[in-house]
């Protein structure tokens, strides 16, 4: 069965500097893997998806995602923050074999001006 | 907004009521699902439905009974509810309920109603 592990319950980075939020994944056959944000009393947005083409995934407000098999992550990373980033991220996984949906224990990220 | 609408939008009820939330998606999709958003736990899956069928009830209580009358349409009807099913329950549909080379096809989510159980 897969599992997804989001390393940080909580970031905090100041306006203009890069974000990283980290998630690492486990699963027995090869993964699908999404990243969705929550911003405060909204439902979740997909920000981006991998499905077994690029290992580096672009998606939307300029974040973007890279697959390491061999290092079992899938880290959102956007090269400056912008204030409205602020929100809840979700990583996201599904097993190929089994047709089942993970989804992380939320990262919440803080933009500080 | 994501093609998919919830009302209401926030419900306070006794734990003697009956009341239903209702969701509604516009993206000709044909799966749709029930999850409930507690604080600080993970994203718990309710209920799956595939055309209409209901394909997946994850140990859910009786007290929450989903209804899907059509592909667009879903419901979730409380009844006798108890302080802790107090959540974000969170409506999301996807084209099908599988993608053909494998895996759970991308879902699109609603955003939520606000249930307070008092």
């Known amino acids: 069965a897969q599992s997804v592990t989001q390393l940080d319950s909580h970031v905090s980075v100041s306006e203009g500097t890069p974000v990283l939020l980290r998630c690492n994944y486990s699963s027995s056959y090869s993964p699908s893997l999404f990243w969705y944000v929550q911003h405060p009393n909204k439902g979740l947005q997909l920000l981006l998806k991998?499905?077994?083409?690029?290992?580096l995934v672009k998606g939307i407000n300029g974040f973007e995602a890279e697959f390491k098999k061999s290092e079992t992550s899938f880290h959102l990373t956007k090269p400056s923050a912008h204030m409205s980033d602020a929100a809840e991220y979700f990583c996201v996984v599904s097993d190929l074999g089994n047709n089942d949906m993970r989804f992380g224990a939320g990262t919440r990220l803080t933009v500080k001006p | 907004e994501t093609g998919v609408t919830q009302t209401p939008r926030h419900l306070v009820m006794g734990m003697t009521n009956k009341k239903s939330l209702k969701c509604e998606q516009h993206l000709g999709h044909n799966a749709m699902y029930w999850y409930k958003q507690s604080a600080k736990k993970p994203l718990e899956l309710m209920f799956v439905y595939s055309l209409e069928e209901r394909v997946e009830n994850n140990s859910v209580p009786s007290r929450f009974s989903p209804e899907c009358p059509n592909s667009s349409h879903l419901f979730l009807h409380l009844h006798t509810l108890q302080p802790e099913d107090s959540a974000l329950y969170l409506c999301?549909?996807?084209?099908?309920?599988?993608?053909?080379?494998?895996?759970?096809?991308?879902?699109?989510f609603g955003p939520g109603t606000r249930l307070t159980v008092l």
């Open positions: 999301a549909s996807s084209q099908d309920l599988n993608r053909a080379s494998g895996g759970r096809d991308t879902q699109y």
């Open positions: 991998y499905t077994s083409a690029a290992t």
